[in-house]
């Protein structure tokens, strides 16, 4: 049986997802040097970095892509930021996840199927353009 967090942990975590998703980067990379895990998670599997590429914050995403965050992971759903940041259609996002490695082709629907989906040529174009491994 899991062991249950006591009422302020839950607010601390809270509070970091909501500064992702606020996109403030500055005071998220304090909490990150602090030894907050970058690659937390919230209920439903979201990332900070899902989070944080969905609401689009690309200096937030680069913070946490500098501090270990994996761009692979995905949520429960299947979705990973890269994803979130095609949906989006954050292309300054979009870069920097590329820039660090992340995989067009990952996750359930990956992000080239998205923008395929979605008929998003732009990001579409700027998956396809990405370097191969």
């Known amino acids: 049986m899991a062991e249950e967090l006591d009422e302020e942990v839950l ?3 809270r509070q970091v997802f909501e500064l992702a998703r606020s996109g ?20 439903k599997g979201d990332t900070l970095l899902i989070l944080a590429a969905y609401h689009n914050h690309p200096e937030t995403v680069r913070v946490l892509i500098e501090r270990g965050a994996d761009h692979s992971r995905a949520n429960d759903r299947g979705q990973t930021a890269l994803a979130a940041a095609v949906f989006r259609q954050n292309a300054e ?8 490695g992340a995989d067009p082709n990952a996750g359930g629907p990956s992000a080239l199927e998205m923008a395929k989906f979605f008929n998003l040529p732009e990001m579409q174009a700027l998956l396809e353009a990405a370097p191969k491994g």
Do not use: C, K, R, S
């Open 11 to 13: 607010a601390f975590a």
């Open 24 to 43: 403030e980067a500055t005071h998220l990379a304090e909490y990150l040097d602090a030894g907050v895990p970058a690659n937390m998670t919230n209920e």
């Open 93 to 100: 996002t979009v870069n920097i996840l590329l820039a660090g």
